[in-house]
């Protein structure tokens, strides 16, 4: 198979929230909107997108209706700690506080509406025993 494109789809009862949640902090632009389903394209490469879907819509299996759970969308970016200081002056709640790992990440994490985990990255050089795990 040679997918076209590739996104995520989050199962929701929040659809104008979660909208808003991510064309406000996450600069993504509505390309498609129902009131039962939006697609979303990132306004700094269309290749990204994301979706949200009212999971009590008939388009799912009646046994799959449910609200997504024990989701993370990772968001590499160039500069974390400008984003961590723009979401966190926002009010956004932050799950993980900005910190650097061995493994080579800076990174915090937060959540959307839906409790969805949103970790931002940045890549760092990695330290200690994990910078030879790096092919």
Request: no cysteine; proline share 6%.
């Amino acid at each position: 198979m040679k997918p076209n494109s590739i996104y995520p789809v989050i199962g929701t009862d929040q659809i104008a929230v979660s909208r808003d949640f991510y064309t406000s902090h996450f600069e993504f632009d509505i390309v498609f909107e129902a009131d039962w389903y939006v697609s979303l394209r990132s306004r700094s490469n269309p290749a990204y997108e994301l979706a949200l879907l009212d999971y009590r819509h008939s388009s799912l299996p009646e046994a799959y209706r449910q609200p997504a759970r024990g989701v993370l969308i990772n968001f590499e970016v160039t500069d974390v700690d400008e984003i961590y200081t723009q979401l966190t002056d926002s009010g956004l709640p932050m799950i993980l506080e900005l910190k650097s790992e061995e493994w080579g990440q800076r990174h915090f994490i937060t959540q959307d509406p839906n409790g969805i985990l949103i970790d931002v990255i940045q890549n760092i050089a990695p330290t200690g025993i994990y910078a030879d795990q790096y092919k």
